[in-house]
């Protein structure tokens, strides 16, 4: 559940952190 913080920490200003974190909760 930390790749989750880290994508958002990454990309807070595009919509890939977004799709990668819905990915990861699936």
Do not use: D, K, T
């Not at 989750?4 to 807070?12: N, T």
């Amino acid at each position: 559940m930390e790749i989750r913080e880290l994508i958002i920490g990454f990309w807070p200003h595009s919509g890939v952190g977004v799709l990668q974190i819905e990915v990861s909760e699936r």
